[in-house]
Structures are given as C-alpha cells and as structure tokens.
C-alpha cells in the first residue's frame, strides 16, 4: 500500500471525473468503488444512498482516492499535480484534454472541467529554467512552449 494518497472531493461528480481522468492517462485503472449504505444515513446524506461513495484508482502509476460527496469543499489552485512530459506532443495532448478554464491559465499550469489545477511541464523543466531569460519566458507562456527556451 502507499503510504501518501491523494483525496480528491468532488460535488457528486466523482464517477465522472475518474471516467474522465482514467481515459486521459494511458496507464491507468480503477482499483476499487464502494458505495454509501442504503440505510442509517444522516438526513443530509440521504441523497447518496446507493451511490459511489469513494473510488481508488491509479493514473500513471500514482494511486488516488476520489470522494463523491456534497459542495461543502472546492479545489483551489493551491494544490496542483505535475505532469512531466517527455516532449512537445505530449505536453501539447494533456493541455488539450485538462485545460478547460483558459482564464486560469499561466505558466504551465491550467485547470481542467472539475476545477483541478495541473502543471503540464517538460520533464527536463528544471534545466530549461537554467538558460538565459527562461524566467521571463515561463512567465510569457500559458502552456510551455519547449523551442521558446532553446
């Protein structure tokens, strides 16, 4: 078992958003789906008898836990998840499939249908950010264009 976990809370949405997530990342699966009881709900739980309460799946390897619950909580851009991307193409597919809020778009980061933020970077970012004014280009760019560091 892993011993860190990302939970993911989603407003009644989570079967969805690991359907949606699972089709994006080639290497993924769903481990595991349990459901809320039938019974012995509290009153503001009643409408999810039956319904998916958590999922366990993997997308590329890291295990996540997706929580189907109410609208108490919402995803900010203070937690995001790194993508690390061997070349242009593949920065250019997950940008395409995760960036659905272009407003909230920079430097590599964007924010997909559920309000999730992503960081689409090259994975050699960290030597790119050596080069010459690659600070001031980073903070040019929504989506990381490798050849404007070369």
Same mark, same amino acid.
């Given at each position: 078992m892993k011993k860190i976990i990302p939970n993911l809370w989603f407003s009644r949405n989570a079967q969805e958003a690991v359907e949606f997530y699972t089709s994006v990342f080639k290497d993924s699966k769903v481990i595991s789906t349990v459901y809320y009881p039938e019974e012995g709900l509290a009153?503001? +739980?009643k409408e999810f008898a039956g319904k998916v309460l958590t999922i366990d799946f993997e997308l590329n390897g890291q295990a996540f836990t997706a929580i189907?619950?109410?609208d108490e909580f919402k995803f900010t851009e203070a937690v995001s998840f790194a993508v690390f991307c061997k070349d242009q193409s593949e920065i250019d597919y997950y940008w395409s499939k995760l960036s659905a809020h272009p407003d909230s778009e920079?430097?590599?980061w964007c924010?997909?249908?559920y309000g999730l933020s992503w +960081?689409?970077?090259p994975e050699n970012i960290e030597e790119l950010?050596?080069?010459p004014n690659s600070f001031q280009i980073l903070m040019q760019q929504k989506k990381i264009k490798i050849d404007d560091y070369l």
């Open positions: 009153d503001f +739980q189907n619950a109410g920079q430097c590599g924010k997909d249908t +960081q689409i970077v950010m050596q080069r």
